[in-house]
């Protein structure tokens, strides 16, 4: 993993999934059972896949917003009126999954509304990101990396937030 300590963090591809399975060896040596994840879209997007299929459990995604354009800004959190999901009824240990905790706010402001809309199925509710940041108001249950200065995050998959579709067609063209 590259230095923390710099104002920003740039993750490889590389990187990024080897954080994915650090995550996933941690939560499985902790024993706990559970049966359902919960994935906060769309950063927790790729983490939850793939945690739903190391660990064979049903995947729900939960959109939520709250950076707004390029500026890097936070705006305010807004959730989707309800959870993507295959399954008849969420389970009742849920792993709550994003890539990372910034201020907080998204996985603090999370459980109450899992509590309210599916509180009846819930027993458990535990928190996984790759990175926690120590400006935030909560601490997940399980993190890769805990980053003491709080740098700016750069994943792999950033590149496609700036891109075009117009730009692949050169893509294309040369198959």
């Not at 590259?2 to 996933?24: C, F, G, M, N, R």
């Not at 709250?66 to 969420?90: A, C, E, I, N, P």
Request: proline share 4%.
């Amino acid at each position: 993993m590259p230095d923390s300590t710099q104002s920003d963090l740039h993750v490889s591809w590389s990187d990024y999934h080897q954080s994915i399975e650090k995550l996933a060896a941690q939560i499985y040596r902790s024993d706990w059972q559970f049966n359902q994840i919960v994935c906060l879209a769309k950063g927790g997007l790729r983490v939850g896949d793939v945690l739903a299929r190391i660990f064979d459990v049903p995947l729900a995604i939960l959109s939520t917003s709250s950076y707004r354009g390029s500026s890097q800004s936070r705006s305010s959190l807004v959730f989707s009126k309800d959870l993507t999901m295959t399954s008849l009824s969420l389970g009742s240990h849920v792993l709550l999954v994003d890539d990372l905790v910034d201020s907080g706010v998204t996985l603090q402001k999370t459980i109450p509304w899992l509590d309210r809309h599916y509180g009846f199925y819930i027993e458990e509710v535990r928190t996984a990101v790759l990175w926690y940041k120590a400006c935030s108001v909560i601490k997940p249950d399980y993190y890769v990396d805990y980053l003491e200065h709080n740098p700016w995050i750069h994943q792999p998959f950033e590149k496609y937030e700036k891109m075009e579709p117009s730009e692949l067609l050169n893509l294309s063209e040369s198959d």
